[in-house]
T-cell receptor
C-alpha cells in the first residue's frame, strides 16, 4: 500500500550546523509533498511544501529537495538552532486532501 | 487572525463510552480534516469534510463519524470507545481552491481507560 517513511528516526546536530532529514515515499503518483514540524504537546506546524513538477524549493533557512526518480524527499535546515528541536514529518498528498504521514524524525540540537 | 482551534484539550473516557471532539477552522478555510496520532507515530487520516459532507475517508471503522456545520466548524464522534482509541486527535483546515496546505490545531488528547 501507500506509505511514506523516514530513513532515520533520530538526528542529533550541533547548534549552527546544517541538518538534513530524509524521507522516502512509495506512491509515484503523488503530486504534492509537505514537511511539518511538531513540538511536544502541539499540533504539526507547516514548514514548506513542494509540488512534483519541482526539484527544489527554498524558504527561510529551509530547503526541500525532491528526487522523483528514486522517490526521495529531503529537508535541509541551515544554521540549526535550539528552537529547531522537534519531530519532523514528511507527508504526501495525492488525493486532494488526504495526507499520508511518515513516522517522523526527532531532531535534537546540542548547544 | 485565529488559527485552528480544538476543544477540549484533554479528555478521559471509559471503554464503551462515546466522545465528541470539536474543531473550528482557520479563518477563510472551508475544509476540515481529522487525524488520529498515536504516541510516537505520524498522524493517520480519518476523514475530510467539505460543504457539510464527508468527502474522503481513511481506514477507520464506522464508530468514527463526523459532522460539519454551515460555519465550517466540525465535530468528530467516536462511539463504543476502545483502549486503542487513546491518541491525540488533530483537526486540520484548508482552502483547497488555492492549494493543498493544511493547518493543524493543537489537538485533543483522548485517554480511554
Amino acid at each position: 500500500g501507500e506509505s511514506v517513511g523516514l530513513h532515520l528516526p533520530t538526528l542529533s546536530v550541533q547548534e549552527g550546523d546544517n541538518s538534513i532529514i530524509n524521507c522516502a515515499y512509495s506512491n509515484s503518483a503523488s503530486d504534492y509533498f509537505i514537511w511539518y514540524k511538531q513540538e511536544s504537546g502541539k499540533g504539526p506546524q507547516f514548514i514548506i511544501d513542494i509540488r512534483s513538477n519541482m526539484d527544489k524549493r527554498q524558504g527561510q533557512r529551509v530547503t526541500v529537495l525532491l528526487n522523483k526518480t528514486v522517490k526521495h524527499l529531503s529537508l535541509q535546515i541551515a544554521a540549526t538552532q535550539p528552537g529547531d528541536s522537534a519531530v519532523y514529518f514528511c507527508a504526501e498528498n495525492n488525493q486532494g486532501g488526504k495526507l499520508i504521514f511518515g513516522q517522523g524524525t526527532e531532531l535534537s540540537v546540542k548547544p | 487572525d485565529a488559527g485552528v482551534t480544538q476543544s477540549p484539550t484533554h479528555l478521559i473516557k471509559t471503554r464503551g463510552q462515546q466522545v465528541t471532539l470539536r474543531c473550528s477552522p482557520k479563518s477563510g478555510h472551508d475544509t476540515v480534516s481529522w487525524y488520529q496520532q498515536a504516541l510516537g507515530q505520524g498522524p493517520q487520516f480519518i476523514f475530510q469534510y467539505y460543504e457539510e459532507e464527508e468527502r474522503q475517508r481513511g481506514n477507520f471503522p464506522d464508530r468514527f463519524s463526523g459532522h460539519q456545520f454551515p460555519n465550517y466548524s466540525s465535530e468528530l464522534n467516536v462511539n463504543a470507545l476502545l483502549l486503542g482509541d487513546s491518541a491525540l486527535y488533530l483537526c486540520a483546515s484548508s482552502y483547497p481552491h488555492e492549494g493543498f496546505e493544511q493547518y493543524f490545531g493543537p489537538g485533543t488528547r483522548l485517554t480511554v481507560t
